[in-house]
């Protein structure tokens, strides 16, 4: 059974920092491309940072100030966002992409809020 649990959100003030995890389970954490989503209350899910073989992308809204970065040997990805602004609120989700089956799981999430 795979299992993606995050963990970390809570309240934090703007310009504060906040680092999220995400264990995997149940997969070959190596063989999976691991995505960083979040969803603001009334709007769309959004990508927000990508790690892959390829390398790490972010959304224009994140760059420069949040990174995702992994952790094999512990099935774990991370999302340190840094700067945080209260535009930042969102529920983050984790997702992960096998390499060569595709198939894709999701966590289900964690609340970072962002406010004085």
């Known amino acids: 059974q795979v299992q993606l649990v995050e963990s970390g959100g809570g309240l934090v003030q703007p310009g504060g920092s906040l680092r999220l995890s995400c264990v995997a389970s149940?997969?070959?954490?190596?063989?999976?491309?691991m995505y960083w989503y979040r969803q603001a209350p009334g709007k769309e899910r959004e990508l927000v940072a990508t790690i892959s073989g390829g390398g790490t992308n972010y959304a224009d809204s994140v760059r420069g100030r949040f990174t995702i970065s992994r952790d094999n040997a512990k099935n774990t990805v991370y999302l340190q966002m840094n700067s945080l602004k209260p535009e930042d609120t969102a529920v983050y989700y984790c997702?992960?992409?096998?390499?060569?089956?595709?198939?894709?799981?999701w966590g289900k999430g964690t609340l970072v809020t962002v406010s004085s």
């Open positions: 997702r992960s992409r096998g390499i060569y089956t595709g198939m894709n799981y």
């Open positions: 149940g997969v070959i954490f190596s063989l999976n491309d």
